[in-house]
């Protein structure tokens, strides 16, 4: 009596295949932890403006700024769910956390860079677990028109990130444990104005995925713009003209991408055999 043989491959094929349950369950528990991170933190400190609406220690513009800088760092790595999903969400997350190590250390507060540092090194490590494909994308060429729109969000950007930074060194000592939130509060929101523009520039290389940093940039820019011009007088909000400026330009940004998918579709109908009948 013969029994069958089971090809179970190569050595170098079973620690690909262990390499991908491993890197799949590491980004499950980095998404988790970092949703609830930034969730809970984000509660926390709405519920000290909620509780004091005169409060200069944090207000709905800041906290805003704070949760879509950890959307845009938890939507990153929550893309490699999937198996085969382009590189390009851990980069939107790797520079996500390297603009609040950055911020943190300008302004000198411990938090922001700490844990800045931490995800950094986390998803790095991910990153560098990752399953390989037989052949990685590169960078072609760069869309002009993302480029040029990454800069002028850019030069918009310097001067509130800059404000922020003197703001957050006037905040008093760094500390930890949410007992500094009003300086650690203004770090981030540096962090954040400077990250969305980096994300345009990200997508401007067209890598597979793209569009993620796009409406991640679009997006979380509308909805600081309309904080910032509901609550203009805020001791950390941007005011009237920064806020105007945010909803249109994530505004123009989104507009771009829901134009740019319709005249994929008409394309993609027009070349499909059958679709004019």
Not at 26 to 48: D, K, R, Y
Not at 201 to 230: E, F, H, Y
Not at 268 to 274: E, L, S, Y
Request: proline share 6%; net charge positive; hydrophobic share 50%.
């Amino acid at each position: 009596m013969t029994g069958s043989v089971v090809d179970r491959g190569t050595p170098l094929d079973a620690w690909q295949r262990k390499r991908r349950r491993i890197f799949l369950a590491a980004a499950w528990a980095l998404t988790i932890s970092l949703a609830l991170l930034f969730t809970v933190v984000t509660a926390l400190t709405l519920v000290l403006w909620v509780q004091d609406p005169k409060s200069a220690l944090t207000t709905p513009v800041t906290d805003l700024a704070f949760a879509g800088l950890g959307a845009s760092i938890v939507a990153g790595v929550a893309c490699q769910l999937r198996p085969g999903r382009p590189v390009i969400g851990l980069a939107q997350a790797l520079i996500g956390s390297l603009a609040l190590t950055g911020a943190g250390w300008v302004t000198h507060r411990d938090e922001p860079r700490v844990g800045g540092m931490l995800m950094a090194l986390l998803i790095g490590g991910l990153w560098l677990l990752r399953p390989r494909t037989p052949s990685e994308p590169r960078v072609e060429r760069m869309d002009i028109r993302l480029v040029v729109a990454g800069v002028v969000g850019l030069a918009a950007a310097l001067p509130l990130a800059a404000y922020a930074v003197q703001r957050a060194g006037e905040s008093g000592p760094a500390c930890y444990l949410g007992r500094c939130v009003a300086g650690d509060r203004f770090a981030e929101l540096a962090a954040a104005i400077l990250l969305y523009p980096l994300l345009v520039l990200l997508a401007a290389t067209r890598l597979p995925g793209w569009r993620l940093p796009m409406w991640t940039s679009a997006i979380a820019t509308i909805v600081l713009g309309i904080a910032a011009l509901v609550l203009p007088h805020a001791p950390t909000s941007p005011g009237t003209i920064g806020g105007a400026f945010s909803v249109v330009w994530g505004g123009a940004l989104a507009v771009f991408l829901v134009r740019r998918r319709k005249r994929r579709r008409r394309t993609t109908g027009a070349t499909t055999p059958g679709a004019a009948a």
